[in-house]
């Protein structure tokens, strides 16, 4: 791999149009919809953990098939835009390690992946719940939690003697294993895990539902550490290799 001139968090196209259509989905949903076409929008593909009691799982919209994918499209939808802000500014960051590392179609598998697990755990936590989540920040954090498998590490891009260009996204990861033997690594995961947390301390304090899902993003997160090795290209054992060999 030949070295190249690129700063440190280049964006990839695939980051790039993610971000565009997250924006433009935003837009569209604040200029064109009425509240009463609003409401349908999120009960179609926003994440309601009431959708899953069949005690009133019928009332909902779009049968089946939407119980699937809400695992998924609630990440495109947000609240307002301070929330789209945040999340495209930490998706710029972490998924762009990433995506430069796995390549677009992994990259959005991984995404994919990471927001139905997130959505998983939260349903685990609010199970029959009304109130719909949206938002990336699931998936997010699973990008997130795959970016530091690799970024700290020697010649990795915040790692030591960093390489020039693609070839820091290329190095070897972590094992799974001993990700919670890097002092980096804990830095970074106990202040990212204190933050989720205070938002939890904070919701039950005040009596009342945190305005933050930090269920879905400790979901993604660990999501994002375990499946990291399905979907990394630099190792033999992903499961496209697997798929490419069989």
Not at 14 to 21: E, F, L, M
Request: charged fraction near 15%; charge should be positive.
């Amino acid at each position: 791999m030949e070295p190249s001139r690129e700063p440190l968090f280049n964006t990839p196209p695939v980051v790039g149009w993610t971000i565009a259509a997250l924006v433009a989905i935003h837009v569209a949903r604040s200029l064109v919809l009425g509240p009463a076409e609003t409401d349908r929008l999120l009960e179609l593909f926003a994440f309601i953990p009431a959708r899953y009691d069949p005690a009133v799982s019928e009332a909902f919209r779009g049968g089946l098939a939407a119980d699937i994918w809400t695992f998924v499209t609630y990440a495109g939808l947000h609240g307002d835009y301070m929330h789209l802000g945040v999340n495209c500014i930490w998706l710029l960051a972490f998924g762009s390690a990433v995506a430069w590392r796995f390549g677009a179609k992994r990259f959005l598998a991984f995404m994919a992946a990471t927001a139905a697990a997130g959505a998983a755990t939260h349903l685990i936590m609010h199970f029959g719940e009304p109130n719909p989540m949206i938002g990336a920040s699931g998936a997010i954090s699973g990008l997130t939690a795959a970016a530091v498998r690799f970024v700290f590490e020697a010649g990795g891009p915040l790692g030591a003697f960093r390489r020039r260009g693609r070839a820091a996204f290329a190095v070897p990861a972590v094992p799974l294993i001993d990700v919670f033997r890097s002092p980096q690594i804990m830095v970074f995961v106990g202040i990212w895990f204190g933050i989720n947390l205070l938002y939890a301390l904070t919701a039950w304090i005040g009596g009342g539902a945190s305005p933050v899902a930090w269920e879905a993003h400790i979901g993604g997160f660990i999501a994002g550490l375990v499946l990291f090795r399905l979907f990394d290209p630099r190792l033999p054992f992903g499961v496209f290799e697997l798929r490419r060999r069989a």
